[in-house]
């Protein structure tokens, strides 16, 4: 994997661009630090950090073709290169290296910028075109691999990290009210926008072409379609998937250097890690722990698996010690405030996997594919309810309301009555929202509801939702977070494993399996209380039963006891004191019935994990402390 930065001008390189390209650079070196590399043109300046992992030897970027008239800086992998090199060789192209890095460039010169749909791969490249004056900015499909930017009418700077741009800049990091909004509402930002003013995300399945003598020019050139449903059914279906799946992780095994898998205790690592195993002679197996007996600790699930395939297996145990200062260094590296607590044992895990294995497969973007939340469950209950209610049916209406309030608690019973009757959109958004829309508004201050502009988060959540092309509710939930929560845990997935050089791959998000997936009927992937039924049946014989049938847990952290244990002085300390008091973002009556609500019963758990994970960003980059002490 790499790190990616430039600086391209309308009307010719200004003196300090260079240099400023350079401190970029310098910024992502933890994202590849084998190799560095620059190229200046006369309206632009490129930086590149390399982690060599495809022909060792011979990758250096940037990289042109054989006349140097295109230039080209690429973090990623493409799977099928080999293929599409053969094929390029073909018609004449000329290959230097072994690298995948050089198919990119002869395919743009065969395709222009429809080369991104040939590419089955995580990526994001900066290229330029000297004889067209031409900036092609692109992003894979899924968004496994990162591109920020920022655009003023005549200079565009991008970088793989926001940090590179923020802190290179003439102007102080500030944050973006409507971000603000969204990730309390949402724990995502939306529509491309960053935590930070003024800084943009090339959002995934987007390329961005800037001619120089017009403005830049965003396209999307990919999004699954749910609408049109696969014929396959039983056996045959499960076979495609299986073989799919399959596919996709041989190919991701592709690498010079060792490789790995994460294997937490869940299907999802399970299935990849078994695959794994078939194609390499030996593999080297990974998870974390929690110290004392956190219930949330899954490595005796990890070890059952990794005994059955036959792998060396390797466990870090995470404890509270240092929490805040380990914190701030995660939230450097994460850039922007992070949905989820498994951000932290996450860093810890990828600082173990960097001492055996420098390549690491993991799981995710399986439950967004194949239904793996507990709230595709809470829908169709739901829906249940609506249906008995609509037919008179009381007493079995009854039964399903008690069943609700059983798994869900009397306070999620109240909030489902109320939307019952609303639209799926706003269902939607009331099920997946942090923040309750009703809360919502008493959190902040005056002051950042006037920043805002009086945003409402539900207005875009409900424009990018209309993109799904199904009405049914378990597919528009699956688009939803495919589009919107999938990418904040990329983000973990990529910065956690950038922070300690190592390159992690994602075989659940090859676009044929994403493609396969949204056609293939909700009912087959989830059924009354039974999620990821298809991927359950591909699993079978490979991954040990009892990690088949458990619920899903997630990969997260126990911040709960923490927060209310050995931490419980620091977070009030951190979310009441003077320093988040003086920003004057939040409304302290709400903040501080929060925080005492959370303190004295332990509810609100993920909502106060925002509000710490959010100050902790404030003095990271607003108050530029940066990584702390030893970051």
Same mark, same amino acid.
Not at 208 to 215: A, I, T, V
Not at 417 to 436: C, D, K
């Given at each position: 994997?790499?790190?990616? &930065?430039?600086?391209?001008?309308?009307?010719?390189?200004?003196?300090?661009?260079?240099?400023?390209?350079?401190?970029?650079?310098?910024?992502?070196?933890?994202?590849?630090?084998?190799?560095?590399?620059?190229?200046?043109? &006369?309206?632009?300046?490129?930086?590149?950090?390399?982690?060599?992992?495809?022909?060792?030897?011979?990758?250096?970027?940037?990289?042109?073709?054989?006349?140097?008239?295109?230039?080209?800086?690429?973090?990623?992998?493409?799977?099928?290169?080999?293929?599409?090199?053969?094929?390029?060789?073909?018609?004449?192209?000329?290959?230097?290296?072994?690298?995948?890095?050089?198919?990119?460039?002869?395919?743009?010169?065969?395709?222009?910028?429809?080369?991104?749909?040939?590419?089955?791969?995580?990526?994001?490249?900066?290229?330029?075109?000297?004889?067209?004056?031409?900036?092609?900015?692109?992003?894979?499909?899924?968004?496994?691999?990162?591109?920020?930017?920022?655009?003023?009418?005549?200079?565009?700077?991008?970088?793989?990290? &926001?940090?590179?741009?923020?802190?290179?800049?003439?102007?102080?990091?500030?944050?973006?009210?409507?971000?603000?909004?969204?990730?309390?509402?949402?724990?995502?930002?939306?529509?491309?926008?960053?935590?930070?003013?003024?800084?943009?995300?090339?959002?995934?399945?987007?390329?961005?072409?800037?001619?120089?003598?017009?403005?830049?020019?965003?396209?999307?050139?990919?999004?699954?379609?749910?609408?049109?449903?696969?014929?396959?059914?039983?056996?045959?279906?499960?076979?495609?998937?299986?073989?799919?799946?399959?596919?996709?992780?041989?190919?991701?095994?592709?690498?010079?250097?060792?490789?790995?898998?994460?294997?937490?205790?869940?299907?999802?690592?399970?299935?990849?890690?078994?695959?794994?195993?078939?194609?390499?002679?030996?593999?080297?197996?990974?998870?974390?722990?929690?110290?004392?007996?956190?219930?949330?600790?899954?490595?005796?699930? &990890?070890?059952?698996?990794?005994?059955?395939?036959?792998?060396?297996?390797?466990?870090?145990?995470?404890?509270?010690?240092?929490?805040?200062?380990?914190?701030?260094?995660?939230?450097?590296?994460?850039?922007?405030?992070?949905?989820?607590?498994?951000?932290?044992?996450?860093?810890?895990?990828?600082?173990?996997?960097?001492?055996?294995?420098?390549?690491?497969?993991?799981?995710?973007?399986?439950?967004?594919?194949?239904?793996?939340?507990?709230?595709?469950?809470?829908?169709?209950?739901?829906?249940?309810?609506?249906?008995?209610?609509?037919?008179?049916?009381? +007493?079995?209406?009854?039964?399903?309301?008690?069943?609700?309030?059983?798994?869900?608690?009397? %306070?999620?019973?109240?909030?489902?009555?109320?939307?019952?009757?609303?639209?799926?959109?706003?269902?939607?958004?009331?099920?997946?929202?942090?923040?309750?829309?009703?809360?919502?508004?008493?959190?902040?201050?005056?002051?950042?509801?006037?920043?805002?502009?009086?945003?409402?988060?539900?207005?875009?959540?409900?424009?990018?939702?209309?993109?799904?092309?199904?009405?049914?509710?378990?597919?528009?939930?699956?688009?939803?977070?495919?589009?919107?929560?999938?990418?904040?845990?990329?983000?973990?997935?990529?910065?956690?494993?950038?922070?300690?050089?190592?390159?992690?791959?994602?075989?659940?998000?090859?676009?044929?399996?994403?493609?396969?997936?949204?056609? +293939?009927?909700?009912?087959?992937?989830?059924?009354?209380?039974?999620?990821?039924?298809?991927?359950?049946?591909?699993?079978?014989?490979?991954?040990?039963?009892?990690?088949?049938?458990?619920?899903?847990? %997630?990969?997260?952290?126990?911040?709960?006891?923490?927060?209310?244990?050995?931490?419980?002085?620091?977070?009030?300390?951190?979310?009441?004191?003077?320093?988040?008091?003086?920003?004057?973002?939040?409304?302290?009556?709400?903040?501080?019935?929060?925080?005492?609500?959370?303190?004295?019963?332990?509810?609100?758990?993920?909502?106060?994990?925002?509000?710490?994970?959010?100050?902790?960003?404030?003095?990271?980059?607003?108050?530029?402390?940066?990584?702390?002490?030893?970051?």
């Amino acid at each position: 994997m790499c790190g990616i &930065a430039g600086i391209v001008r309308m009307k010719g390189l200004e003196n300090g661009d260079t240099r400023r390209a350079a401190q970029m650079g310098d910024i992502l070196s933890h994202r590849g630090p084998d190799d560095e590399g620059s190229r200046e043109g &006369a309206n632009y300046a490129f930086a590149h950090r390399r982690l060599s992992i495809i022909d060792l030897a011979g990758g250096h970027q940037p990289m042109s073709n054989e006349d140097g008239s295109v230039w080209l800086i690429y973090n990623g992998e493409i799977y099928n290169f080999l293929k599409l090199r053969e094929e390029l060789a073909s018609k004449g192209h000329e290959f230097a290296t072994r690298c995948d890095t050089e198919t990119i460039i002869h395919l743009y010169e065969e395709e222009g910028p429809a080369c991104v749909d040939r590419l089955n791969g995580m990526f994001a490249f900066a290229l330029f075109d000297e004889s067209r004056r031409l900036l092609l900015l692109a992003r894979d499909r899924a968004g496994i691999k990162p591109l920020y930017y920022s655009f003023d009418g005549t200079t565009l700077v991008f970088a793989s990290e &926001a940090k590179a741009i923020v802190q290179t800049s003439d102007r102080p990091p500030a944050y973006d009210a409507r971000s603000i909004v969204d990730f309390f509402a949402l724990s995502v930002f939306q529509e491309g926008r960053t935590a930070f003013a003024g800084v943009s995300e090339l959002e995934p399945g987007h390329t961005l072409s800037w001619d120089l003598r017009n403005k830049p020019d965003i396209n999307r050139y990919w999004f699954p379609a749910y609408a049109e449903k696969t014929v396959l059914q039983g056996r045959r279906l499960a076979a495609a998937v299986s073989d799919l799946l399959t596919d996709a992780i041989r190919s991701h095994l592709i690498s010079d250097v060792p490789v790995g898998t994460y294997l937490s205790g869940g299907l999802d690592s399970s299935v990849v890690s078994a695959v794994a195993r078939q194609y390499l002679d030996g593999l080297n197996t990974f998870s974390a722990g929690f110290t004392g007996r956190e219930k949330l600790d899954e490595r005796e699930y &990890a070890r059952e698996a990794a005994a059955m395939i036959g792998s060396a297996h390797h466990e870090v145990e995470v404890g509270p010690e240092n929490f805040l200062a380990n914190l701030q260094k995660i939230v450097w590296h994460m850039d922007e405030p992070t949905l989820s607590p498994g951000v932290y044992p996450y860093y810890f895990l990828c600082e173990l996997v960097s001492r055996t294995v420098k390549v690491v497969l993991g799981g995710q973007g399986s439950d967004e594919l194949f239904g793996g939340y507990p709230r595709y469950r809470m829908a169709l209950l739901e829906d249940e309810i609506a249906a008995a209610a609509g037919s008179a049916r009381f +007493i079995r209406m009854a039964f399903l309301l008690n069943e609700y309030r059983k798994r869900y608690g009397p %306070g999620s019973l109240k909030n489902e009555l109320r939307r019952l009757r609303a639209p799926a959109s706003r269902r939607i958004y009331e099920i997946v929202s942090g923040f309750h829309p009703r809360r919502l508004p008493h959190l902040f201050s005056p002051g950042l509801i006037r920043q805002a502009g009086g945003y409402d988060p539900f207005t875009a959540f409900s424009d990018s939702l209309a993109g799904c092309d199904s009405e049914n509710l378990i597919d528009r939930m699956l688009y939803n977070d495919y589009h919107k929560m999938l990418p904040s845990i990329l983000r973990t997935e990529d910065r956690m494993s950038m922070a300690h050089s190592i390159e992690s791959r994602v075989p659940f998000l090859d676009y044929r399996l994403v493609e396969l997936a949204a056609s +293939i009927p909700a009912a087959a992937k989830v059924s009354g209380d039974e999620p990821k039924l298809i991927l359950k049946e591909v699993s079978k014989g490979q991954v040990p039963e009892r990690i088949i049938n458990r619920r899903k847990q %997630g990969f997260t952290a126990p911040v709960e006891s923490w927060f209310r244990g050995a931490l419980g002085h620091q977070v009030r300390e951190l979310l009441l004191g003077e320093r988040a008091a003086e920003r004057g973002i939040f409304a302290r009556p709400y903040l501080e019935q929060v925080v005492s609500r959370f303190q004295g019963q332990g509810k609100d758990t993920w909502r106060v994990w925002s509000l710490v994970v959010f100050e902790i960003w404030c003095r990271a980059y607003l108050d530029g402390e940066g990584p702390g002490p030893g970051g």
